[in-house]
């Protein structure tokens, strides 16, 4: 711990004191800058942030995994095999044999339905991803149940389309922990939630080795990794807020990458001595959340109003240059049923018609809050002065990224600048967080992104709740399709943009892999030539 902590303050130095002689990370240490101020735990049963999800997917495994490179493919992990049952409702998985946790425990199919079970029973944000299967608290240990000390059963409510199923198993939610480390730091019978959100109990290619908010994660290489060793021995995740720091430090060799780089940061790198650029497709949707609990808010025309407030190619072509393209379906390119036609664009005069017709002429006003980073900053200032043409004075309430996730996720918000990344590579994923809300009370237990901006839909959560049944694939894309031009036309929502990840890195870093989706991002077989 004491050369990790030297490392720590070295790394931390570098990015505070910029001395005139030329800094260089250790050879065997792997340093990136981005702003991480969004985590909140590092429980793979609760994390549901876009940085702790790549930090789960590089320390923990799951049953099921798919290629980067063709999502359709999917593989097992922790899972051997499996068999679907005639009925359709209940999987058998057969576990891989010989791996081990990082602690030098043996990973088994107890292991795998305790962490399952847990996920469920702690019912945290990401929970809804298995609980949509008929689990609860009170039948989980009957539904999931261990067969065999490599063996167990999965039961459903429903004959499920058996690709969703298994995509769902490959988010964060269904990562395996460590059953025998973790009820050993179980407190109150909490099931190590206390410990768990600062601690590790994984068996991915990195451990966990500390976390300190704001300012740094040190993930070092787990020597009882079952697949290939990675060739790094650490990964040091800097916190750097500024965009422009993560430049001078790049380019300064005191990172190896960067990861929250501005247009003209990505602009000048490109032709920097040394760097290299690199780029991928991302699932991340950035959107509005128009909270319906405001009674202008709520109104159809407002919300169809606010939709032609916005300059999306503007916003597309200067502050988020390079990092998004104008999409305006829940649903990103590439998913079955995706949409991608962009019927919306900047024209207040109509948006004033649609204001008028809400019997607000004058328009109104309004708070947004937005995370304290220069992108959604950049956006906030500009969707603030499109806003005004139509007469909507629109207030910004910056915060990190805790505090406004937090707000939101409470329903405290009026409009919220979201970045929501697929969980899984199935449709659902999306179509259940903006085109589902079973239950719109206070205290339910899902909290879709419907649920976060109060929109009641019961018939389309029939249609969303529908689709996952469907075994055909071109009618259960036709569905989707219906479904997202109908939150296009009216939900609370101004979807705007897909986002391409950027990440500039020094030349000699290679095996860096920009994913599909944000806990794909991989650095397990990086190395430094």
């Known amino acids: 711990m004491k050369r990790l902590a030297t490392l720590i303050a070295a790394s931390a130095m570098f990015a505070l004191t910029f001395a005139p002689a030329k800094a260089e990370t250790p050879p065997d240490t792997l340093v990136m800058a981005w702003q ?57 998985f057969k576990i891989r044999q010989g791996s081990k946790f990082a602690s030098g425990n043996d990973l088994t199919a107890e292991d795998v339905v305790f962490s399952l079970q847990r996920a469920v029973k702690l019912d945290k944000s990401p929970a809804f991803i298995l609980t949509q299967f008929g689990f609860t608290a009170d039948n989980v240990e009957q539904k999931i149940v261990q067969t065999g000390d490599y063996e167990f059963t999965f039961e459903m409510d429903q004959a499920y389309a058996p690709t969703f199923v298994l995509y769902c198993l490959t988010s964060t939610v269904a990562s395996v922990v460590d059953k025998k480390l973790v009820l050993e730091n179980e407190a109150n019978g909490d099931l190590g939630y206390e410990w ?58 005191d990172i190896d990458i960067a990861r929250n780089l501005g247009p003209e940061e990505i602009a000048a790198l490109k032709e920097a001595q040394g760097i ?52 305006q379906a829940f649903l990103p390119k590439g998913f079955l049923g995706a949409v991608n036609d962009t019927p ?31 992108d959604i900053t950049g956006m906030g200032e500009a969707i603030q002065q499109t806003f005004a043409q139509a007469g909507v004075k629109l207030e910004l309430i910056p915060g990190d990224g805790a505090q406004t996730l937090t707000k939101y996720r409470a329903r405290e918000h009026d409009i919220y600048i979201g970045r929501w990344g697929p969980d899984y590579q199935d449709p659902n ?60 036309e009216t939900g609370p929502y101004v979807i705007m943009f897909q986002e391409i990840e950027v990440a500039a890195m020094r030349d000699n870093v290679s095996g860096f892999i920009i994913g599909p989706s944000f806990d794909a991002n991989q650095f397990g077989l990086a190395r430094k030539d």
């Not at 999502?71 to 992990?77: A, C, D, E, M, R």
């Not at 991915?204 to 070092?220: D, H, K, M, T």
């Not at 780029?279 to 407002?302: C, F, H, M, R, S």
């Open 344 to 374: 919306f664009q900047l024209d207040p005069e109509k948006a004033k018609e649609l204001l008028a017709k809400a019997g607000l002429p004058d328009g109104f006003s309004v708070t947004m809050d937005t995370r304290n980073t220069p």
């Open 429 to 488: 994923t999306n179509a259940d967080a903006f085109a589902a809300n079973p239950d719109n009370s206070d205290g339910a237990s899902a909290k879709p992104l419907a649920w976060r901006n109060a929109w009641d839909i019961p018939e389309l959560t029939k249609k969303t709740r529908a689709a996952v049944l469907e075994q055909d694939p071109e009618k259960r894309a036709a569905m989707y399709e219906e479904m997202q031009r109908e939150v296009m």
């Open 276 to 327: 290299k650029i690199e780029t991928g497709d991302k699932g991340g949707i950035y959107y509005l959340g128009l909270n319906q609990k405001n009674e202008t808010l709520a109104k159809p025309e407002v919300r169809q109003a606010l939709k032609y407030l916005v300059d999306y190619q503007a916003i597309a072509d200067t502050i988020m240059a390079g990092q998004v393209q104008v999409h």
């Open 36 to 92: 991480f101020d969004d985590i909140i735990t590092l429980d793979p049963a609760e994390v549901f942030e876009f940085s702790a999800a790549e930090m789960m997917g590089n320390t923990y495994e799951r049953l099921i995994g798919y290629d980067l490179k063709d999502v359709s493919k999917l593989f097992g992990v922790v899972a051997e095999s499996w068999e679907v049952s005639q009925d359709g409702k209940t999987i058998t």
């Open 196 to 253: 768990l959100k600062r601690n590790y109990a994984g068996s991915g290619p990195f451990a966990l080795r500390q976390w300190r908010p704001n300012e740094a994660v040190v993930l070092e290489r787990n020597e009882n990794y079952a697949g290939e060793k990675a060739p790094l021995a650490r990964v040091i995740y800097q916190h750097v807020p500024e965009s422009s720091t993560q430049r001078l430090m790049l380019e300064r060799g």
